[in-house]
Nanobody, 114 residues
C-alpha cells in the first residue's frame, strides 16, 4: 500500500522558514515523481513544486521560486520542501502526492503570521 505522511508544518512569522517532510512507503523509490501542493479554504489545490527521482529535475510555481527548495533523500524515502522568506499568502495546508500512483498524504498546516 502506497502511503505518504507529511510533517513539519506549524506557525511561523513573516520572513521565517519551515521544512516540510513527506515520508513515502509502499513503492519503489528508484523512479518516482513526487509533488507538493497546497490548499486554502475555498480555493482549488495548487501545485507548488515537484521532483523527479529519475533525473533529479525539479519544478516550482512562480509564486515560490527563489524561496522554496525541493529535495529528496532516497535512502530515507523522504522528499523535503524547504520554505524560506515565508509570506502570509503561503498559509495553507500542504500536501504531497505521488504522481505515479496518485496517492496523497493527509496534509500539514502551515500558518504564516503577519
Amino acid at each position: 500500500e502506497v502511503q505518504l505522511v507529511e510533517s513539519g508544518g506549524g506557525l511561523v512569522q513573516t520572513g521565517g522558514s519551515l521544512r516540510l517532510s513527506c515520508a513515502a512507503s509502499g513503492f519503489s523509490f528508484d523512479d518516482y515523481a513526487i509533488g507538493w501542493f497546497r490548499q486554502t479554504p475555498g480555493k482549488e489545490r495548487e501545485a507548488v513544486s515537484c521532483i523527479s527521482g529519475a533525473d533529479g529535475s525539479t519544478e516550482y510555481a512562480d509564486s515560490v521560486k527563489g524561496r522554496f527548495t525541493i529535495s529528496s533523500d532516497n535512502v530515507k524515502k523522504t522528499v523535503y520542501l524547504e520554505m524560506h522568506s515565508l509570506k502570509p499568502e503561503d498559509t495553507a495546508v500542504y500536501y504531497c502526492k505521488d504522481e505515479t500512483f496518485g496517492s496523497w498524504g493527509q496534509g500539514t498546516q502551515v500558518t504564516v503570521s503577519s
